[in-house]
Every structure is written in structure tokens, then in C-alpha cells.
């Protein structure tokens, strides 16, 4: 079966249910299959955060970001 297919009915599935033990049960099941970083992707994330913290790194408003997109 296509993926978005089943994607799409599992949604309409959602939005129709009026079980709040069925949502809890599918919110868990999909947050318990979320990837995880791996230790080396944390370090990688500490060292960028120390260097934005000490001014080493350049960083941009949300302004910024939206005039570079822009252009």
C-alpha cells in the first residue's frame, strides 16, 4: 500500500476518534519510534552552543533570516 495513502487514512482516523485512550496509546507508539541522537550529534550540539554562548559563532535574527531567504 502507498505510505501517503495510509498516512492520510490514519489521519482522517485520528480526527474522527472521540477515544482519548486511543490517542494516548498512538502518541506514545510514535514517540517511543522518534530517532535519538547519537552521543557524537550531542557533543557536535554542545560545542556550537558554547561557541554561539562566547560570541564565536555567527548567528541571525529571525528577520535576518527571512530578508536572506528573500533574495
Known sequence: MDMQ???ME??????NTKK???LNKIKAIL????????E????????RREN?????SKSYTWDEVRKNLAS
Do not use: F, N, P
Open 5 to 7: 495513502l495510509t498516512k
Open 10 to 15: 490514519l489521519i482522517e482516523m485520528l480526527l
Open 20 to 22: 482519548e485512550s486511543v
Open 31 to 38: 514517540e517511543s519510534e522518534q530517532e535519538q541522537l547519537a
Open 40 to 47: 557524537g550529534d550531542y557533543k557536535i550540539l554542545e560545542t
Open 52 to 56: 554561539h554562548l562566547q560570541g564565536k
